[in-house]
């Protein structure tokens, strides 16, 4: 059977409160570009057969029935803040769907917060509308039928949280440092993903200058930038200051590799 061609979908592209902002009269907040919309960062990579969700925030259910998707064969969560995780008792439709428990791969302390915030997916007699998850601690490398899976240890301020290289995907975000030896390990990767969440510096995620720095260190064959604020600014107007093998991403954005 001939597999499916690998890409990315970008579910989300914005911060923990979603662009625009409640009660927010910013400019960008505003804004009637579509691409100026922004739900929970997420994304879902189609790898050799596989459909990967990577992270699971509030807003999954709206960013799988806008995309028209219904399945997802094993989650990689980046870190347990709630932008990442607060939609994963959403996966429920795809347990029924599907007849099996989810597979969730995580930091062992990213699946303890999982196990005590769902705890009712957890019970030894649970409930027969309950969401069934498979928690499976990330230790290095790991396969997913077959397919090699390569985490990437990054800082979220002072919080270890981890990236994804999947084929010639690297997928970073929520990162305020990644080291040389991270970068060398995805150095000229097809694809990069990663965070740039405004022009200013911030205490624990990547500004728009320094993404452009890791950008230019790991040298990716094309970068998208995610995980991004009203206060970038407008999409169409940073667009037009990037490199020219940088972009920025948006909601609803496939892109092959």
Same mark, same amino acid.
């Given at each position: ?56 925030? &509030? ?19 980046? !870190?347990?803040? @709630?932008? !990442? ?7 429920? &439709?795809? @347990? ?6 989810? &597979? ?46 390569? &985490?990437?240890?990054?800082? !979220? ?45 911030? !205490? ?14 790991? @040298? ?10 009203? @206060? ?26």
């Amino acid at each position: 059977m001939e597999l499916r061609k690998s890409k990315i979908t970008f579910l989300g592209t914005g911060t923990s409160q979603g662009v625009p902002v409640i009660g927010s009269t910013h400019p960008v907040c505003l804004s009637s570009n579509p691409k100026d919309k922004r739900l929970r960062t997420s994304a879902l990579v189609e790898y050799c057969g596989l459909d990967l969700l990577l992270d699971c925030g &509030p807003d999954f259910r709206m960013q799988m029935l806008r995309e028209n998707k219904s399945n997802v064969d094993a989650v990689l969560l980046t !870190h347990e803040h @709630n932008d !990442h995780v607060g939609g994963l008792d959403d996966l429920r &439709p795809i @347990n029924f769907i599907k007849g099996e428990d989810i &597979p969730i791969y995580a930091l062992p302390r990213v699946l303890n917060e999982i196990r005590t915030r769902y705890s009712y997916a957890f019970a030894t007699i649970k409930y027969p509308g309950a969401p069934g998850f498979d928690t499976i601690e990330i230790d290095g490398a790991f396969k997913i039928k077959d397919n090699i899976i390569y &985490p990437i240890q990054i800082l !979220h301020g002072e919080l270890p949280i981890l990236g994804y290289k999947i084929g010639e995907l690297t997928y970073i975000t929520d990162a305020s440092h990644v080291s040389i030896n991270v970068i060398e390990s995805v150095s000229k990767t097809g694809i990069l993903v990663i965070n740039a969440l405004r022009q200013e510096p911030h !205490h624990s995620h990547f500004s728009l200058e320094q993404a452009l720095e890791i950008v230019e260190k790991i @040298n990716p064959g094309i970068a998208f930038l995610t995980h991004i604020s009203y @206060n970038l600014g407008f999409h169409d107007e940073v667009q037009k200051y990037l490199p020219p093998n940088v972009f920025l991403a948006y909601d609803g954005l496939v892109v092959d590799f």
